[in-house]
């Protein structure tokens, strides 16, 4: 069965102190049965990979670069995560696409060089309340999906986690229902298993989108969410390892 990761996104928050104490206390606490994986601010990628060494707790970052190497300023390359202990990498969070304007095909090609170095991209999809109240959820996400199915094959998708994360409901406090959640999840493993029923079995989905301790365990309860995403609730260690904990299994 496929087991469960819950993977903080950190964004651009905190400084040298506040991160060390967060791993810290991350370190320090029971995560119970889920795996867990955090991604903080690239500057503190050599720092955290060093904390984390031998506590079963992987490195992440928030993007990778489309380019393998060269004059493509303030990017960051997937070798050179890889150098710095990441395991995973996000791409295509709404954050990005809304605020710098990453393109479906943007997105895919980032995916598609952290798939090249053996790096597993954690993908990011999902609608905007807009999308939503058109009724085009499913359309949004599978044209999201197809842009990586088309760049790196149902085989690439095979090497990453997926993050189903509703644009409406990250940072704004509106979590999804866990029905509303599960369908979508639910449609993204049909959608895959429509090319490759084995792959589709195996690949996580994540949920993220204000996700807390006391929403987490229903979430997590549902047929086809494979952990969290979690932003806000990741930079509080207890709070972290609460939605950690409210994994059942
Ligand atoms: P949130 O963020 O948990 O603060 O809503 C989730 C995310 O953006 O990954």
Redo the contacts with the bound molecule.
């Keep these: 069965m496929r087991s469960v990761l819950i993977a903080g996104?950190w964004?651009m928050n905190g400084n040298m102190q506040s991160v060390i104490e967060l791993v810290e206390g991350i370190k320090a606490g029971d995560p119970g049965k889920a795996k867990l994986a955090v991604c903080p601010p690239a500057v503190y990628l050599m720092k955290v990979g060093g904390m984390l060494d031998d506590s079963g707790i992987a490195l992440g970052s928030q993007n990778v670069c489309d380019h393998e190497s060269g004059a493509y300023t303030g990017e960051i390359s997937a070798a050179m995560l890889k150098e710095c202990g990441c395991r995973y990498a996000?791409v295509g969070?709404?954050?990005r696409r809304s605020h710098y304007l990453e393109s479906d095909q943007l997105v895919a090609a980032r995916f598609a060089m952290a798939i090249a170095v053996g790096l597993t991209p954690i993908l990011?999809v999902g609608e905007t309340l807009l999308e939503r109240e058109q009724g085009v959820t499913e359309a949004v996400v599978a044209r999201q999906l197809d842009a990586v199915i088309e760049l790196s094959g149902i085989g690439g998708i095979a090497g990453s986690v997926i993050?189903y994360?509703p644009v409406w409901?990250?940072?704004?406090g509106k979590v999804a229902s866990p029905e509303q959640a599960q369908a979508v999840h639910a449609f993204i493993r049909g959608k895959l298993a429509a090319v490759d029923s084995e792959i589709a079995k195996r690949v996580q989905i994540l949920y993220?989108?204000?996700?807390?301790p006391s929403n987490a365990a229903e979430l997590l309860s549902q047929a086809d969410i494979d952990g969290g995403?979690?932003?806000?609730?990741?930079l509080k260690a207890d709070d972290f390892l609460a939605i950690a904990r409210s994994v059942q299994e």
Excluded: D, F, R, V
Aim: proline share 0%.
């Design positions: 996104n964004k996000i969070h709404s954050e990011c993050a994360e409901a990250i940072g704004t993220g989108g204000s996700m807390n995403l979690i932003g806000g609730a990741s």
